[in-house]
Nanobody
Framework: QVQLVESGGGSVQTGGSLRLSCIVSGYPYNCYIMGWFRQAPGKEREGVAAYDCDGDTSYADSVKGRFTISKDNDKNTLYLQMNSLQPEDTAMYYC?????????????????????WGQGTQVTVSL
């Protein structure tokens, strides 16, 4: 059974930083794509960043230069380092995993069809 467990959310002021973690267990294959998605109240889920089997990454334009996605394969953990946080970054953040897909497609559209999801962790950025 595949499980994804996120942690690291919280409340920060504008300009602050947070690091999200997502521990993966039970995935039946060594190669899989992962990503971070977020959903704010009243808005659609959007892809923030993705990381594929080759270690390539994809970012939404709104977070480029501020967020960094990375993965520790020994720990089966996906990270999202978020710097220079803004109030518009406030959302529930989810990690997701699927069999390896086209990177940008997964990041853009995976919020609608990714196979495995964590429970989410809340990020709140105040002025």
């Amino acid at each position: 059974q595949v499980q994804l467990v996120e942690s690291g959310g919280g409340s920060v002021q504008t300009g602050g930083s947070l690091r999200l973690s997502c521990i993966v267990s039970g995935y039946p294959y060594n190669c899989y794509i992962m990503g971070w998605f977020r959903q704010a109240p009243g808005k659609e889920r959007e892809g923030v960043a993705a990381y594929d089997c080759d270690g390539d990454t994809s970012y939404a334009d709104s977070v480029k230069g501020r967020f960094t996605i990375s993965k520790d394969n020994d720990k089966n953990t996906l990270y999202l380092q978020m710097n220079s946080l803004q109030p518009e970054d406030t959302a529930m953040y989810y990690c997701a995993a699927d069999h390896n897909r086209v990177l940008d497609l997964f990041r853009r559209d995976g919020g609608n069809w990714a196979k495995y999801w964590g429970q989410g962790t809340q990020v709140t950025v105040s002025l």
